[in-house]
């Protein structure tokens, strides 16, 4: 489980994250939305400790996250990672082994992972002779083959097609069912509803909407949030 209390970073005079605070329990799904400059990555990256908060704190099963927790954390980052001129499976087993698994473990689960994702290509295929959005499912099974127990996304249906999007629904409807705490970012309601057991709306990094998707729903009505996320 996830607790995130009263988080807040300053950048200068700009406050990027202001008093936030949510709770994802094992097998739930958080969406964050909120347009550009909203502050969804700054808080992502106070989770996975590569920015420091200037007050608040994030606990992983009741602890602060340590940096031997970074084995059990999956984190697609906005701008993606990947190297142009290694192969997919290249690619695939130096991420899992920044997540502490060894060549063993991953090779021969790759092949079953692109099928899942429907990756066009060979896993001897250079990454650059990929498409976006097939590299983009690649970036996706790095994140994910280690099976991490905290799953953060930022952006992850950006720039893909539907069909890829009900690919990326599905296997993060499937990372709640094996019980891990998801959260992931979006700038509009797409994709969201339908997913998350919970969700926040993030403006100028305060956080204006908080609760369960019916809930928001209810209190805000649905044409009003679908124009407040545009
Ligand atoms: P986007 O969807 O555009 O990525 P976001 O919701 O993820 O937006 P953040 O990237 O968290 O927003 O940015 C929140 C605010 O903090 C923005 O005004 C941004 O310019 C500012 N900011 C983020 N990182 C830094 C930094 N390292 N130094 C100074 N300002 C920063």
Redo the contacts with the bound molecule.
């Keep these: 489980m996830l607790e995130v209390k009263n988080l807040k ?1 300053t ?2 005079a ?1 406050t ?2 202001d008093d936030i605070s949510f709770t994802i329990p094992d097998g739930q799904i958080l969406g ?1 939305i ?12 106070l989770i996975l400790n590569f ?1 420091t908060a200037d007050s608040g704190e994030i606990l992983w099963n009741g602890q602060p996250i340590k940096k031997s927790d970074y084995d059990i954390i999956g984190y697609l980052p ?1 701008e993606r990672g990947l190297y142009p001129k290694v192969s997919i499976e290249d690619q695939i087993i130096y991420f899992a082994q920044l997540r502490g698994k060894s060549k063993k473990e991953i090779k021969p689960q790759i092949d079953k992972w692109m099928e899942k994702f429907q990756v066009k290509g060979k896993k001897t295929d250079k990454i650059k002779s990929l498409s976006k959005g097939n590299q983009q499912k690649i970036q996706l099974i790095a994140t994910l083959i280690h099976q991490p127990k905290l799953v953060i996304l ?2 992850p249906f950006s720039g893909l097609d539907p069909v890829n999007a009900s690919l990326l629904e599905a296997g993060i409807k499937e990372l709640k069912k094996q019980g891990a705490s998801v959260i992931f ?1 979006s ?1 509009n309601m797409n994709n969201v509803e339908d997913i998350c057991d919970h969700l926040v709306m ?1 403006r ?2 305060k956080m204006v909407l908080d609760g369960t998707v019916r809930e928001i729903r209810e209190q805000f009505g649905r044409k009003k949030l679908f124009l407040e996320t545009l």
């Excluded at 550009?36 to 992502?44: I, Q």
């Design positions: 970073k950048f200068g700009l990027a994250v964050m909120g347009q550009n400059g909203a502050g969804k990555t700054t808080t992502f990256r920015l906005e930022d952006e970012s700038h993030l100028d990094g």
